[in-house]
């Protein structure tokens, strides 16, 4: 009866409060509702196609846990995809996500005209056109590549490298390539949290103790952007492990030896061109589980700053 009566009044309030915010309601609801339809509904959706076999030309048929078992027993390319997408997200991620907050800290104390010229600078790389054929360019494997010529002519080598052919190189480049590409959406908040930190925070800071930049940064910076801090680890946490496009444009698909097969590119695999779509959405499924799981675990890390 107790937990009955509880609900009622949770409802109740629930219901108070709509009632009382109801013009704020109306404003997000078309919002809300798209979010529903074309976010929420097709995770929902894969979840389910996950445990079915569906191949888009019949029914889904129900299977269980097979796909699960297929993808972790009997899948060894899944396994190597896996291995590789959480080297690349454990080297890009937080790499990333420091050099983001790192650049923005550092130009955020210059004058307006230099910090917007830096800014753009910084920023370009990530929004930049044909940066696939900059790098392939680089690492060409002729002679007339730019990484081969200049080992070549100091020495360092007798005969040009496949980089972009050899198991032992592609993950490396992938890696670096994404490490330029990184300053981009969460390096422009960081600069906007950066910019809005109330100055007074300084003053009181320095009244109740704290001597240096690094004490600033820890105790008052970094709490006074945790919403900032919460997003760019979401942006980067994303572009980690949901890296294929690169993969694809600048090794193939798949790579030699499938060195620069991500699950993404594998996602790719089973779901656009054999159309195994229960397959697909189980694979889809485990990485969401992985993302989801990470991002619990930095949101955990960041409520901790400023302790």
Not at 195 to 218: K, P, S
């Amino acid at each position: 009866m107790k937990s009955n009566s509880a609900f009622r009044g949770k409802i109740g309030r629930l219901g108070s409060d709509v009632k009382k915010h109801k013009h704020a309601y109306m404003l997000i609801a078309p919002y809300f509702l798209i979010f529903l339809t074309f976010t929420v509904f097709p995770v929902l959706m894969s979840v389910c196609l996950s445990f079915t076999s569906y191949n888009m030309l019949e029914p889904p048929k129900w299977v269980g846990w097979q796909n699960f078992a297929r993808l972790f027993v009997q899948d060894d390319i899944f396994l190597i995809a896996l291995k590789n997408t959480l080297l690349f997200a454990l080297i890009t991620g937080p790499i990333s996500y420091m050099a983001c907050f790192l650049f923005a800290w550092l130009i955020n104390e210059l004058r307006p005209k230099l910090r917007a010229v830096l800014t753009l600078i910084l920023y370009a790389p990530s929004i930049s056109g044909n940066t696939y054929l900059i790098w392939q360019t680089l690492f060409a494997s002729d002679s007339y590549g730019y990484a081969n010529s200049f080992l070549i002519k100091w020495g360092m080598i007798l005969e040009p490298i496949q980089w972009l052919q050899d198991p032992r190189f592609v993950l490396a480049i992938l890696i670096l390539v994404q490490l330029w590409l990184s300053l981009g959406t969460s390096f422009l908040a960081f600069i906007a949290g950066l910019q809005n930190v109330d100055r007074t925070l300084y003053e009181a800071g320095a009244i109740d103790g704290v001597r240096n930049r690094w004490q600033e940064l820890w105790f008052i910076t970094l709490p006074a952007m945790r919403p900032q801090l919460l997003f760019g680890a979401v942006i980067q946490i994303t572009l980690a492990f949901s890296v294929a496009e690169i993969s694809i444009y600048m090794i193939g698909f798949p790579s030699v030896d499938y060195a620069a097969h991500t699950i993404v590119t594998h996602l790719v695999d089973y779901g656009s061109i054999r159309f195994e779509m229960g397959y697909a959405s189980a694979i889809a499924t485990v990485l969401f589980t992985i993302m989801f799981a990470t991002n619990l675990l930095t949101r955990k890390l960041l409520g901790k700053v400023g302790e």
